[in-house]
Structures are given as C-alpha cells and as structure tokens.
C-alpha cells in the first residue's frame, strides 16, 4: 500500500534560520511525488513535482530534492511570509489510471522575526 | 486563466437543508476532483472524475451527490448532512487522470453544518 510519511510535524524558525523538511515515501512506481504549500483556509498551492531520484528543483528560498526513499523541502533563510503547512504528496503506479494522490500528514512551519 | 474557482467560500447550512457547491476551472483540464479537508489533516479524495465521467467513488455516503455537466464545471449538492461533514470542501483539476503536472486545487468552501 502506498504510503507517505512526513516529519517534522510541527516546525519553529527564527527568520533566516535554514532548515529541511522531510517527505518519506512507500510507493510501487512512483509516477511523480509533488510538494504543495497550504495557508489556513485556503487550498494547497502547487510548488514542486519530481520524477525521479536525483532530481532537484528550486523556487526562490525553496529547494525540492529526491531520493527514492525520500524528498526534502529545504527552506533557505526562511522569513515569516513562509509560515503555512507544508503537503507532500505521491502519484503511485497502481493509481495513475486514478490520479489518486496519496499525501502525508504535512509539516506547519512557523517562522518568527 | 490558471485558477480553478469554487463558490460560495463559505456555507452554514442546516441538516434539512439541500446546497450546492460549486467549481469551475478554464484551463482545459480534463480531470477534476472534490477533497474534503478536516482541520489539521490531509485532503482526503472524495469523487473523480475524467472526461466528465465519474470514474471513482471513495465509498462516500450517498448525501454527497457530484455531478459534471461539462467539461470546466464541478457541482456538488449536499443533502441531509451531519455536523460530522463539516470541513473545508477543495475542488482540484488536473491535464487528464494523471496528474502528472500537479493538480491546481482551488479556495475551497468552507462548510458549517448546524
């Protein structure tokens, strides 16, 4: 069964304090593993897809890796504007005929100035 | 366009009460999607559907009821609900089943059951 895990659950940053959250990831044939920012009461706003172990992708203060057990969402020199939840979330083989993704529980960042 | 909008943005509505909720997006995307968030949880995946078709059902209850009248239109009429089924309600769409490209997931409805 495909499954995604994310950890930390929680996260508290001083502003310009770097650091990395962590996506791991069960999945037979992994079609794409896609990182999604969400603020409260809104919906998730797409950042990232990766296909495959090697892959890196950045955004501004944001940097996506992958492995393939696992993906990073590295946070460079955060600011408070980047306080929100932050979803990992998977497209398996046995449910790309679906486009059922399977996310994980998520990590809310808090980043204090 | 590359939004995918939902309306109302919020609904309180009573247990006898029939609504709809409403998405529409203009991006050409073939598959679209309801998820119902719960606070401090994951989406969960409720309907799909693709090419207008519904082609997965989560199990959910009956008083959940989608509908797809054309290719850039999600309805969702709700009937008899229970307070338990108060939660944020996010439509999403995708280019075709996959969703290999991300899915764009609108605003949501948030949705207060009394």
């Known amino acids: 069964e495909d499954q995604v895990t994310q950890s930390p659950e929680a996260l508290r940053l001083q502003e310009g304090e770097s650091s990395s959250l962590n996506c791991s990831y069960t999945?037979?044939?992994?079609?794409?593993l896609f990182w999604y920012r969400q603020d409260p009461g809104k919906g998730p706003e797409f950042l990232f897809t990766?296909?495959?172990a090697g892959e890196e992708k950045e955004k501004e203060r944001l940097k996506a890796t992958l492995t393939k057990k696992e993906s990073f969402l590295h946070i460079t020199a955060p600011k408070p504007e980047d306080s929100a939840t932050y979803l990992c979330?998977?497209?398996?083989?046995?449910?790309?005929?679906?486009?059922?993704?399977?996310f994980g529980q998520g990590t809310t960042l808090q980043v204090k100035p | 366009d590359t939004e995918v909008t939902q309306t109302p943005k919020h609904l309180v509505m009573g247990m006898t009460n029939k609504k709809s909720l409403k998405c529409e997006q203009h991006?050409?995307?073939?598959?679209m999607y309801w998820y119902k968030q719960k606070a401090k949880k994951p989406p969960e995946l409720m309907f799909v559907?693709?090419?207008?078709?519904?082609?997965i059902n989560e199990s959910v209850p009956s008083r959940f009821s989608p509908e797809c009248p054309n290719s850039s239109l999600l309805n969702l009429h709700l009937h008899a609900l229970q307070p338990e089924d108060s939660a944020l309600y996010l439509c999403?769409?995708?280019?075709?089943?996959?969703?290999?490209?991300?899915?764009?997931f609108g605003s949501g409805t948030r949705l207060t059951v009394v």
């Open positions: 999403a769409s995708s280019q075709e089943r996959v969703g290999g490209y991300g899915y764009t």
């Open positions: 999945v037979s044939g992994l079609r794409g």
């Open positions: 990766l296909y495959s």
């Open positions: 979330a998977v497209l398996g083989g046995s449910s790309s005929n679906t486009g059922k993704l399977i």
């Open positions: 991006m050409g995307h073939r598959a």
């Open positions: 559907y693709s090419y207008e078709k519904l082609s």
